[in-house]
């Protein structure tokens, strides 16, 4: 299976900041990489697929980049409602489809 | 709008079994492929099963083999989650996601339902 690993596992940071979430992959995924958005409580929330495409409805401040092996998810300025965590996903190798451990972002 | 609702869980004791169900509305259900995803307590998350548009293809995560079945009923609009010899490391939120487009994202979700296993 295909392992995916996230860094930071935590960050810190202020409403305006900007912040970028890194995802590794231990082999090649192309560019079937997804990031998600999870507050406490609440389900998973697509924000970007094929590592750089925009959900419908997600705010542009989010972006996506990156193939292969090593991917980032940027928050350009960060809104008081980004607080939460942020998950990877691959969707190169399945079955199963692998997530990142998680980041959570706090103020 | 889209909506999955699940229901289903509950406290069960290891070894035991439990059924769980994900109503769908507001798309054309047997036109997706559909999962379950699980959520452990303050852990990450892991894909469980999925189950193409027609019922033809199954899969399961290897821990889950044998155990778990998965199943749907596209005249009710209806996923569901058959899990047997239930160990106390399947606690965890159970959630159903709709599959996106043709590849495994995951673009909809339910809110999950929790599913404790302990004596």
């Known amino acids: 299976d295909i392992q995916m690993t996230q860094s930071p596992s935590s960050v810190s940071a202020s409403v305006g900041d900007r912040v970028t979430i890194t995802c590794r992959a231990s082999q090649g995924v192309s560019s079937w990489l997804a990031w998600y958005q999870q507050k406490p409580g609440k389900a998973p929330k697509l924000l970007i697929y094929?590592?750089?495409s925009l959900q419908s409805g997600v705010p542009s401040r989010f972006s996506g980049s990156g193939s292969g092996t090593d991917f980032t998810l940027t928050i350009s300025s960060l809104q008081p409602e980004d607080f939460a965590t942020y998950y990877c996903q691959q969707a190169n190798s399945f079955p199963p489809v692998t997530f990142g451990q998680g980041t959570r972002l706090e103020i | 709008e889209v909506q999955l609702v699940e229901s289903g869980g509950g406290l069960v004791k290891p070894g035991g079994s439990l059924r769980l169900s994900c109503a769908a509305s507001g798309f054309t259900f047997s036109s997706y492929t559909m999962n379950w995803v699980r959520q452990a307590p303050g852990k990450g998350l892991e894909w469980v099963s999925s189950?193409?548009?027609?019922?033809?293809?199954?899969y399961y995560a290897d821990s889950m083999k044998g155990r778990f079945t998965i199943s749907r009923d596209n005249a009710k609009n209806s996923l569901y989650l058959q899990m047997n010899s239930l160990r106390a490391e399947d606690t965890a939120v159970y959630y159903c996601?709709?599959?996106?487009?043709?590849?495994?994202?995951?673009?909809?979700w339910g809110q999950g339902t929790l599913v404790t296993v302990s004596s």
């Open positions: 094929a590592a750089s």
């Open positions: 996601a709709r599959r996106f487009g043709t590849e495994y994202y995951f673009d909809y």
């Open positions: 189950i193409s548009s027609s019922s033809h293809y199954k």
